[in-house]
């Protein structure tokens, strides 16, 4: 057992009863009701935000998790402004930002960076802010949270849409999706499926997928990771794959649309889908702070598995 303290890299090995009590905690901090455990401090902790990728979700839903929580927030964005110019390499740059004593740090980092060794390295609590195409569990627990608000996940059938083999999401998603009893399948192009094991279905049509789901969780095409994103592929690509004004009268009052932004609008789904009542997409980011505030007050309370 590593003297370590306890990280979020993955979600592999977090047991469904942990999940369940994190939940627990979110809906109390839903409530107002969970305490800003460290907000008692006579000076405040810092929880370092460390950004070697673009974000606006994450890095603003941590900011507020952590002042919900009684911790000041810092963020570090890689790039123009910071001595990654200069070519400080990933390592030197977080244990540098650790010199100057946060409790944890969020981390947003490519394929090539290697978070476990940062948590070798600091000491420090790692929240994994979304690995390379490796996984983001803090998105797929909070889509699961504000989900669990509209129905039992156990049993649940949720169908991904798309850029599988590029989406991070998609990764952390397959990994809670089974701790969670729940039945998982895509539906996209065979060539951006080329990841996804032989063992979880498949459907070749929209509408099939739609048919059989009760939520339809549309991925980003992650345009700045393929070679070739012309806007007649993209085209190409929404008109078998996109959410449309059709498909709202499949969704009834049952089935729910899921994204985990940002959203490409016109390609993976339409304005209209974006906005319509059995859209959970803004619902998910609103839960991301109040999931987000329960793993920071139960990770940094030793109260995480
Ligand atoms: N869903 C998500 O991770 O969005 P950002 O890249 O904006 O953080």
Known sequence: MSNLPRSLLDLKSVPAPAIEKLFSLSRKAKKGELARAFADSSVSPIISLIFFEPSTRTQQSFTYAAHRAGLTPVTFEAGKTSSTVKGESFLDTCLNVTALGPVALVVRAGDEHDLEELRVRTGLPIINGGWGRRGHPTQALLDFFALSEHRPLKGTRICYLGDIDHSRVASSHFELAASLGMESAVCGPEEL?????????????????????????????????????????????????????????????????????????????????????????????????????????????????
């Not at 032989?198 to 339809?216: C, T, Y």
């Open 193 to 305: 499926l080329q990841t996804v094991s032989p063992q979880v279905r498949r459907f070749g049509r929209l509408e099939e997928a739609i048919e059989w789901a009760d939520v339809v969780m549309a991925l980003r095409y992650q345009v700045e990771r393929h070679e070739s994103s012309d806007s007649e592929r993209l085209q190409g690509y929404a008109r078998q794959y996109g959410l449309n004004d059709r498909h709202l009268p499949m969704f009834g009052s049952e089935k729910y649309i899921m994204h985990p932004g940002p959203v490409n609008h016109g390609v993976e789904l339409t304005s209209t889908v974006y906005f319509h009542r059995q859209s959970l997409i803004l619902r998910q980011v609103q839960h991301g702070v109040w999931l987000r505030q329960a793993l920071i007050t139960a990770l940094l309370s030793g109260d995480w598995p």
